[in-house]
């Protein structure tokens, strides 16, 4: 299970924690905190609000508002994805055969790793005269 951080660590200053990423323009203030209060909430926005002390109406507006801020929130759903990618493979790694039984059916069907389901195809099949079938059609008769 990935544990969730529920503090987001400030400076006594009341600057917020720097942000690993470069080559984005810096955010400040709480559009920082709350970068920083998503990442840790793993994109839960209700408790990362909770922590910034803002409302979400207010996130979902500068997601409109402020163009770096939403490149900065849009990132953060990958660095979830590879959070929970490397709890998967400590799974996989320490033998857990549920881990491994779903990485092989997801990642492995190139190798034969899939659950396969037969089909019966015995479906009858009728060829009908397509002229006849419209101009029945046509003049209101049922096809027969």
């Not at 900065?72 to 055969?97: C, H, R, S």
């Not at 092989?104 to 002229?131: H, Y």
Request: proline share 2%; aromatic share 8%; net charge positive.
């Amino acid at each position: 299970m990935v544990k969730k951080s529920h503090k987001i660590a400030h400076s006594s200053k009341g600057k917020s924690p720097k942000i690993e990423k470069v080559g984005i323009k810096a955010l400040r203030g709480k559009k920082k905190w709350m970068y920083d209060a998503l990442k840790a909430e793993m994109g839960v926005v209700t408790a990362a609000v909770k922590q910034v002390g803002i409302g979400r109406r207010t996130h979902y507006d500068w997601l409109k508002e402020d163009e770096n801020y939403k490149k900065w929130i849009e990132e953060l759903p990958d660095m979830t994805l590879d959070i929970v990618e490397d709890a998967l493979f400590k799974n996989i790694l320490k033998g857990n055969v549920v881990a491994q039984m779903f990485y092989l059916k997801t990642k492995g069907k190139g190798r034969g790793f899939v659950e396969r389901q037969e089909i019966d195809s015995n479906i009858k099949m009728e060829i009908i005269d397509m002229d006849k079938f419209i101009e029945a059609a046509r003049n209101g008769k049922p096809d027969n």
